[in-house]
Nanobody, 114 residues
Framework: VQLQASGGGLVQAGGSLKLSCAAS????????MGWYRQAPGKQRELVAD???????NYADSVKGRFTISRDNAKTRVYLQMNSLKPEDTAVYYC?????????WGQGTQVTVSS
């Protein structure tokens, strides 16, 4: 499974960005697709994920500001990020789980200036 993420960039605090991730190479629907992030000097952490049944899971720090969604074919996942804060600055990674195996995208930088 290959994951291609896009949509990162530089934005001012309070602004918005939308990340996209496209999955390819799987004959089966990915059980979970989501986003993780890693800030400098910190461990990678879950931002949000979504199952094929549309069950979602969000980090407390992004609840009410970020929204995860998937397309009907379940091959793309999006992360709409609103009210961005400087502490949201990180490399964001698309992730997918298929039958217990994890797959990662290449990461996209999100920088929020104060």
């Amino acid at each position: 499974v290959q994951l291609q993420a896009s949509g990162g960039g530089l934005v001012q605090a309070g602004g918005s960005l939308k990340l996209s991730c496209a999955a390819s190479g799987s004959r089966f629907r990915l059980d979970i697709m989501g986003w993780y992030r890693q800030a400098p000097g910190k461990q990678r952490e879950l931002v949000a994920d979504m199952t094929t049944t549309s069950r979602t899971n969000y980090a407390d720090s992004v609840k009410g500001r970020f929204t995860i969604s998937r397309d009907n074919a379940k091959t793309r996942v999006y992360l709409q990020m609103n009210s961005l804060k400087p502490e949201d600055t990180a490399v964001y990674y698309c992730a997918a789980v298929l039958r217990g195996s994890w797959f990662w995208g290449q990461g996209t930088q999100v920088t929020v200036s104060s």
